[in-house]
């Protein structure tokens, strides 16, 4: 959605609103003391009743705005500026666009909306033929690393990220070469690197009737048990520019992406900024489709 159609769509906090409260209806809104789903709408009060109990539930209740003061507008001015285009942008940024006077409560909502996108890309697996790599993410140095870093204990300046390039083996009728298409993408932040962490990773993300294609890791040594078959080959040069073509060219330009627009990354926030990256890789083609996508995620927040 561009600047000129979101200023025409949402001019005011009402029309923001409004289209907020009909996303809702279209999702459905469950009744947290006694779960039911079917509700009025008290227009006096601007809450839904369950017909059952009698339980009300407001606008924001459920949601990701859910004990949120920041108006309506300004949701929809952060949504549209971190789905108007492929690189995004800061808090700071925001911030400043939306002219709001504190940075915390901007910082917060982009947050949150950060982890919506998550939420939603885990709804899926990737299926068919997987790509299946590690990236290494430079992040913010905590003053504790950083004091051990000093003493000569280390520091841990990288995150471990698992990245899977879910790909479609296509072939030319005309001289039978096989190219693949990239389709999906996932990105998860690795707690440690081992196999108990990389077999957690494939099992949730990844369909037990895939295929995946690998280098011969160590910590990759269980992961034949998880799906159909388990293709490794020796990590060169070539493996990478072929067998795991899509998966090191989404690390390329996540990294790319993240150095254009933030200063610096905290590693307990990283998977957020991945989070948004491969949200909206995933969904390239949607073009002004991004913006509605991202406003049912903002409803449902998936728990």
């Known amino acids: 959605m561009t600047l000129l159609e979101f200023s025409k769509k949402f001019p005011t906090e009402k029309s923001c609103r409004l289209h907020f409260k009909s996303v809702r209806d279209k999702q459905g809104v469950v009744c947290k003391k006694c779960n039911h789903t079917d509700h009025y709408w008290l227009q006096y009060k601007e809450q839904y009743q369950c017909k059952q109990c009698k339980f009300r539930t407001t606008l924001r209740s459920g949601t990701i705005m859910e004990s949120s003061n920041m108006p309506f507008k300004k949701w929809y001015i952060a949504m549209m500026f971190m789905s108007a285009t492929k690189k995004g ?18 910082w917060a909502m982009v947050h949150k909306l950060r982890k919506a996108m998550g939420k939603r890309e ?3 697996k990737l299926n068919d033929i997987v790509e299946f790599d590690e990236g290494h993410f430079e992040v913010e140095t ?3 690393k950083r004091s051990n870093l000093k003493r000569g204990k280390g520091s841990q300046r990288q995150k471990d ?17 096989k190219s693949s298409h990239l389709r999906y993408v ?11 962490e990389i077999n957690k990773t494939v099992r949730e993300n990844i369909d037990e009737k895939s295929i995946i294609l690998s280098d011969k890791a160590t910590s990759y040594i269980d992961i034949a048990r998880y799906v159909e078959a388990h293709i490794t080959e020796k990590s060169t040069k070539e493996t990478t520019s072929t067998t795991l073509k899509w998966v090191h060219i989404a690390i390329a330009n996540a990294k790319r992406n993240f150095l254009g627009i933030y200063h610096k990354i905290k590693g307990k926030y990283l998977q957020n900024y991945l989070n948004e990256f491969v949200y909206k890789l995933n969904r390239r083609y949607f073009k002004e489709g991004i913006f509605d996508r991202l406003s049912v995620a903002m409803v449902c927040n998936y728990g």
Do not use: G
């Open 186 to 196: 996932k990105m998860k932040v690795l707690e440690a690197k081992d196999a108990d």
């Open 89 to 106: 942008f800061s808090s700071s940024e925001i911030q400043r666009q939306m002219k709001h006077k504190r940075y915390e409560p901007v």
């Open 122 to 124: 885990d709804l899926y």
């Open 142 to 144: 905590s003053k504790e």
């Open 161 to 177: 990220v698992a990245v899977m390039a879910e790909s479609t083996p296509l072939e030319n009728p005309k001289t039978n070469k």
